[in-house]
């Protein structure tokens, strides 16, 4: 049996590219679709999900919505909460804390999902969540290959998966040789609409450029950052004897002064090439989180 191919699709710049190359027939067809729902992604990223989603079905492939929750209702509330690599400030020192938040909020769905695509039995837990038993048979017999979007210069996130299930499968790097700019050009030629990267509206790892590209073109999602940015504080989600913030100056996001430039666009005043920040990938988020 030919295992199904399904794309890891983020509705960022480099799955947008993967999802266009195979309707272009420059890549091999796909069978599925899978896009991971924080639940707080910025509206430019929801219609370019909209977009390439109905580019995908009108050549026959759907693309599954899946879900783990909202991570930022879940962050504010008093029940479970998957720790978001926010930057700490406190006593013992600054740094990062642990990024459990893609683990729980994207990869859990995406596998659930796919191990319902393959045939394992839909069940719902003792807590009334609803989850996917395991796929019967010989490990790794039944499986999907799982395209995810990591161009020639992230490729240093490729990984392998680690269940048997999935067989990971880098297009980008492995057939085509593409690098993020590769894939900017492509669509900038044959998608009409431009296509923003792909993360969370109160992502820690933003930094001054990408915040101040939201606060001048997404002023809505900006003030729910900083309205978020103040209740993590308020109801103390650091760890103890720390504050926790969403600015890596570890200061209220609405103080901070986001008129400095960042190492990227310093490079580029200087003529260096610039591959862009790459979209917080499932199989190849930023890794820059340390414990505090």
């Known amino acids: 049996m030919t295992a199904p191919v ?6 960022g710049v480099q799955s947008t590219a993967l999802a266009l190359l195979s309707i272009e027939g420059h890549l091999p067809p796909l069978d599925h679709a899978i896009f991971a729902d924080t639940g707080w992604e910025p509206p430019a990223v929801y219609e370019q999900l909209r977009r390439i989603s109905e580019a995908l079905a009108a050549v026959g492939i759907p693309t599954h919505i899946v879900s783990n929750g909202n991570i930022r209702s879940d962050a504010l509330s008093d029940g479970r909460f998957a720790s978001m690599p926010l930057h700490m400030k406190g006593d013992a020192g600054n740094g990062m804390g642990r990024r459990q938040c893609t683990q729980e909020y ?3 769905p995406i596998k659930r999902k796919i191990r319902e695509l393959l045939g394992a039995t839909p069940y719902v837990t003792k807590g009334g969540q609803a989850s996917v038993r395991r796929v019967g048979g010989r490990p790794g017999v039944k499986h ?6 990591i161009s020639t210069d992230e490729f240093e996130r490729q990984k392998p998966a680690d269940v048997k299930y999935i067989r990971r499968v880098d297009p980008l790097i492995d057939i085509l040789n593409m690098s993020r700019e590769d894939c900017a050009a492509y669509l900038a030629e044959r998608w009409p609409w431009p296509v923003e990267r792909s ?7 933003h930094d001054n450029e990408e915040w101040r590209h939201m606060l001048a073109n997404d002023p809505g999602s900006f003030a729910d950052a900083v309205e978020f940015d103040v ?13 926790a913030y969403l600015h890596e100056d570890r200061v209220p996001l609405a103080d901070a002064d986001l008129s400095k430039l960042t190492k990227r666009e ?3 005043a200087q003529g260096i090439l610039d591959f862009g920040r790459p979209g917080c990938s499932p199989w190849g988020c930023p890794s820059r989180a340390t414990l505090v």
Request: hydrophobic share 45%; proline share 3%.
């Open 106 to 108: 994207k990869l859990v």
């Open 231 to 243: 209740q993590i504080r308020s109801r103390g989600l650091g760890t103890f004897k720390s504050e």
């Open 6 to 11: 399904v794309l890891s699709l983020g509705a």
């Open 199 to 205: 993360a969370c509206i109160g992502c820690p790892f």
């Open 144 to 149: 999907v290959e799982m395209w995810v979007g």
């Open 266 to 268: 310093k490079a580029r």
